[in-house]
């Protein structure tokens, strides 16, 4: 086994034997030989310990202790990193200086100090930093920063608050002690788009937004939304900002969304820039929503962090539960609840009940980079909503308030976490430890009865095995209750069930008459429900009625996927189902941004996993034609309300992207979705001409794409948007990824290949890549085609990126992980491609990792 296999445990942490006072690094910038020279003052913390440093690629040109130059023979060095023999260090207090080479011009892997056209950049998390210097790369090790930059410019950033600024250099302190991860160092040729914030103490920050020329236009939602997050971190959570200046600066060439480094976010330039001509509803929601994410890790994760990457899930739940609340706040609370229950559904629930399944806190892993995954992001922020629901509004902010109080400054565990929550509401929380230990979604199996004015819910509980954990006890779960009259009256206040045990029972006395339960409202909890055939609810009737909104917005789901699988099998349309549309549309009082969800049919990969859970295999054409029959039956029953309803959300005026026009639009742009399976995509067509705003314009080139007869209408209007938008990067990505989204499936595989022919694909661009590749693999049946030619076109790009690029090929392997649900034939084909990768020479230890766990 080489290096690269070794497998991390959480059991066998050790705390780093030494401390580390101050960091001071000089980087004189350039592309092919960049030096770094670093002087860390270090204490001893136990006798005769050897000092082990992390370094990748690094060429080391000196190091020395006290001044005095190391022998040779008083280090080794591998290619992981160096390790200076105890005899070579003193007992005492020392300072440590290296001297290294790094080349950011070849670095293609995006980690590490590297370049984007032109300018410096950074990223280190979660282990990038030993690529910039040999050093303790390991949260848990925190140190104070002094950092010097020059060689490059004119702008140059780095951490904490600037020391000196002059032409061609630059110097930064930050107080704060951090570990590594969390350095950052940008220089090049920015721009700024400044403003700045007061905070409750009456300090003055300033803030900037760094782009290059020509982008500052697009960047005034960023700043607003920043000032919007520090504003409600502070009357939310009572936490205020801690230095006297916040850079963000938007990057082309980025790996994931965005990074949270100390005082200087370094972002995706995805989700800063946004202007109404280019950016969408949805982008800038999303864009506020990671301003606010990385703006609220300055408490939880950098002034607490993690002490090792197996805690990953206490900066990552706790931030995404906070930005989700955030968003809820700044919109509307239940629309950003069922956005986010969706997602978590299509990508956490994928997950968890795959060969990829892992505990929020795993306790091992070969490569890092691969557990940034929805388990840990978003099944974490449900863990504390959970905690939450049992604590109490108020126990809560005690809580939260007791973590920051006892663990500032500090690298904590999730048990730390989890003491400051018995400490302060003294209850006993162990059993509710499971939920970070164990992987896989609890299915909840209910049953009820009624007798004499009493009414029973019996609910069981079972988790199925995942990979290394057969054994699953029950979880303490937290189950939001309501009880319906048959009228639809609320019988009861929602009361918060909790469930310990295996099978347990809840009853509910002195009713008049059968109520209607109305079960896991606000999904409370993030597991599955069954309903036993005796206590099946009527979904028409809970859509119509629950007043519980994620509730309704379920109901809807549940009975348009029932249907959708039924007629994936041969069957006919649900008239109870398209009848409940019916009312839908005619409901006046719903609001139109819930009223939407409603309408989107469910995907067809979660259509693909209910046919599987029926024990069917799934046919992913069957799937897709089920689909579109569906769309087409609601859109002929419903025509005259849906093209009323379609004119009448009409937004006039300039664009604003505010919640309330942006549920106008999509409730037309969902009844112009059902509508173009009947009028041959003419609407669209229209749309797209006349569109003043990307929204309507991107969803209405879909849906020419998808609904136009014959291939005139898609072509000519993916040509015109080709025309229009060729220069602008952002919008690219949008054009490659919808066109293969809304293929014919049948046509998805060809589209694919003539688009990676696009003098336009810069594959080596992570936003270029995900857009096609990502686009494809999501054409559920285009991808899934019987040929298994979808598989090898998606397994060949993966291999070409990942020599170059391993984080973004590994991720993007996971369009494999459900390869188990489809027939024998379609499973021979996707295992024979995660062979073919696995089997590849020099293949990363991030790839290798992934299709060694898919494959099992
Ligand atoms: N920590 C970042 C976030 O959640 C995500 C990230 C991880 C970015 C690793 C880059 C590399 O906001
Ligand atoms: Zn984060």
Redesign the pocket.
Known sequence: MSQNTVTKLLSEYQPFPFDLEMVRLDFQLDPKATQVRARISMRPLRAAAPLELDGEGLVLRKISVDGRVLARTEYSQSDTGLVIHAAALPAQPFMLETEVEIAPASNTALEGLYMSKGMYCT?C??EGFRKITYYPDRPDVMARFHVTVSGAGPVLLSNGNPVVQEAGRAEWLDPWPKPAYLFALVAGDLVAHSGSFTTMSGRAVALNIWVRAGDETRCGFALEALKRSMTWDEQVYGREYDLDIFNIVAVDDF??????NKGLNIFNSKWVLASPETATDGDYERIEGIIA??YF?NWTGNRITCRDWFQLCLK?GL?VYRDQNFTADMRLGPVKRIEDVMALRARQFREDRGPLAHPPRPDNYKEI?NF?TATV?EKGAEIVGMLRHLVGEEGYRAALDLYFERHDGQACTIEDWLQVFEDSSGRDLRQFKRWYTDAGTPRLTITDSFKNGTYTLDFEQKTVPTPGQDDKPPRHIPIAVGLLSPQGRDLIETTILEMTEARQSFVFEGLAERPVPSILRGFSAPVELDFAPEAAPDLAFLLAHDSDPFNRWDAGGRLALQTVVAMAQGGAVDPSYSAAIGALLKDGAADPAFSALCLHLPAQDQIAQALHEAGKSPDPEAIYQARETLAQALAMAHEAALSELYEAMAVTGPYRPDPEPAGRRSLRLATLSLLSRIDGGARARTLFDAADNMTESLAALGLCVSAGVGVGVGEAALAQFRARWQGDRLVMDKWFNTQLIASKPDQALSRAQSLVQDPLYDWKNPNRFRSLMAGFSANHAGFHRQDGEGYRFYADWLLRLDPLNPQVAARMSTAFETWARYDLQRQSLMRAQLMRIAQTEGLSRDLSEMTARMLG
């Open positions: 990223q998390e979660a790996n994931m969304g965005a990074m949270e994410h990385e890790h990552e931030t980079n940034y992001y």
